[in-house]
């Protein structure tokens, strides 16, 4: 059996806000006990079984916080000292599979960096989503363009997210997804807390599985069981059957969803 | 339609007259023509004057001596004139007809009056128009005026369209074109058509005039045009005015246009008509010879004056249908650079008129570019070349533009939150995260991994809508047992197929190929009907699914494989 030459790319898209967390963290709603860090912790055990999978598997983790998004891996100065880093991780972690470490001290690093000094003096409730998908797309985009002759590169996106949707953002992240379906790439999601119509529609469109997580504590068997085999192995699988999304438009001058909506010769007006 | 002839007095009959291939004789009547075959009694064609609409005549050139009859309804007739005598003799036949013709038509023209023919013609466009017609006046039902009636804006409409189309000009040698023939003794004939008579109409009006107030009671059409052959040609050295002349009031009034079209000076300030003389420096070794020429050449210079003129008016007969707005521009124009009265007593030019002209107007120097620039413009530009630059957008205008980019509102609403809250809790995720060590062999618990696994088996709170059912409870016993079969045999073929690879040997190719045509009679003897069988039992899943993943993977194995063997060899 010849090895396929397909590698698999996952994006991890997390959702950072401190805000969110924090309320989760305080307990307030009763289910959520979990806190950012295992959150983090939940997600490095899943990227390293992601790359355990194939040595041909690639990662990147995005940060999606209240008003940026940064890359939390691969770090953007990587460059030139990723083969020192190496070596540095090496060292620390005893017989530990360099990669590993290196995935999970940068997360670690650049997380801790980004909660503590990232936050702004303005606080939102709800994260910017679409900036961190445009970036995915981005890095995608790029990463696929980068690839060695004969190889084949399958790219997904993950996206965990536990705040609410920011409805600013609609326009742009439903581009940010019409994109992504037209470059094929799956869009999964991964919701913590509350139910978000946006992501609906994003993973309908692309193919993705969406899901609302009832156990937050449960996080990594949830990601190990849904999300870690690609959509090209999903079919075999036994998995959640896809819920009716509801995609109706919202009323222009009330936000309301409507039933019967009449649209203008002039698109996406709605009233 | 065949009456008798006896009934009407017969103005003339001719012989020897062929329609259609076949001999007749042609009867001209008092209120219409007809013809009938030899040796009969009765008209086999017979038609109204007042149904003709023109005739027309072969050219002598022609071998055939005919003359054809044009009706209203556009149809025509044409008759063959063969006079055993000769050509000659049917020639004069024919010309006999036609003079006689060219009279009686135009008594009966009039009938038909241009209304009706449009009331015609509108019937025969619109077929609904022509059924409405039938059924309500033919029948009875209300007269044809008040049928008309309802339909007057109809019929001017019809008017005014046809008022709207583009006259035909009138040619400038018409006056040439008619070439008059000499009959022989020291007389001229010419043939006068309608065309000709309105174009002379249209260039002269002072002619239509003049006919309008002569033809019906002072003297007869042709007389009227004899007259007018006779003047024409004496006033063309116009010289000496007989106040006799019928036509010496047209000829005062051309001298009169003549002198109006030589004041209007043309405006053009790209043309210096002024620098224009007839003299050129070599006559008269640079010295003025303008008085001699002046007085050898007044014949001609008054022929030059005549073509002038009669260019002039054929010019102005077609402009005279157009609107008026552009030459009443233009004559308020030359109206400024009047300096005509001082020229109008000869037709050349002198230098130093047009010298004197242009210092006392010097106020229209200023003017000059401007007017340049806007002649220049109109000869460059032309409207149907350029670009629709202005279609009509609707601009869409938003009241709020944000609206449009907003999505949603979130199903679950918003809890409140302070900005206090806000920061504590920030506050506290980035304590936590400040002392965070990560821990991952403790980051799942084994109950709460097994609870997420009870939630994601089939029958668990996550997998709603799959069945709980057990898949050998769902399919029958003998179909489980069929499918086992179904397996095994497949197993083992394709357990001698894969040993074959790598196929290093002769013997081992040989059975691959053996071993790929089985597996291919297998699929048809077994596994298609085993799949045919499965359908009555309606089973939602798909159970030789994998049997067949099996077999394509084979498949591609062995395609693989014999590319790369033909690859090889070649």
Redesign the interface.
Known sequence: MTESSVSSQLIIIVDTN??????A??GESGQNQM????C???L??FS?SHLMMSHRNKLAVIAAHTDKSIFLYPKKDQGGTSAINISEEADQGDGKYELFGLV?NQI?NQ??EL??NG?SSL?Y?DTVLAGALAMALCYIHRSEKEVGPGEQLSSRVLIIKGS??N????????NAVFTAQKQNIVVDACVLD??S??LQQACDITGGIY?KI??V??L???LL??FLPDPTERHKL????KAQVDY???C??H???IDIGYQSS?P??VA | MSTSRSSEDVLLIVNHVRHKKTDGVLYLMGERMGWMVESKNSFSLSHMYSDIKSQKISPDSKDKVQLQVVMHDGSAKTFHFTNPKGRDVGIKDRDGIKELLQQLLPKFRSKISSELEEKNRLLQESPELFQLYKDLVVSGVITAEEFWESRADQLSNIGKNEGSKQSVGVSAAFLADIKPQTDGCNGLKYNLTADVIESIFRTYPMVRKKHAENVPHEMTESEFWTRFFQSHYFHRDRTVLSSKDVFSDCAKNDDREIKDEVTRTVNDPLLDMLKMTDSNSGDGFGGSSDERKLSTNQTNLTMIRRFNHHSTMVLKACESNRTTKPQDATDGASGTSDNGPKRSNGAVATVTNGDTDTSSTSSDMFKEPAAKRAKIREKLAYEDLEGRTHSKNVN?RLHKT???????????L??Y?T?D??????????Q???D?A???SN???GS??L???G??S?GG??????SHQQLHNMVAVDVQSELKKQYTALQELLRHFWSCFPASSKFLEEKVCRMKSTLERFQVTKLIPFKESLKQHHYTIDLVGHLEELLSTAYAKFDTWQARKMAKRS
């Not at chain 1, 806190?35 to 295992?38: C, I, P």
């Not at chain 2, 944000?402 to 679950?412: A, E, F, I, K």
């Open positions: 401190p805000v969110w967390w924090g309320q963290d305080t806190s950012l860090a295992q983090l912790e939940c490095m055990v390293n999970n670690k997380a801790r909660v503590i936050g606080l409730p609410e949707d409805p600013e953002q609609y326009m742009n992240l439903m509350n139910d119509g946006l899901l009832p156990q504590s449960g990594l068997q949830y069981w849904i036994t998995l959640p059957p109706r438009a919202a222009f001058c936000r309301n969803l002039i996406s007006f | 869409l944000d609206g449009y980019l907003h999505g949603p509102r979130p199903v679950v918003s809890k939150m900005s809250d806000a920061v504590s809790a920030s506050n506290s995720v980035s936590k995260i400040s965070w990560p821990e991952l980051v799942l618990r709460a991994a609870g997420v696994l939630e994601l089939p709170s996550l997998m709603y809508g799959t």
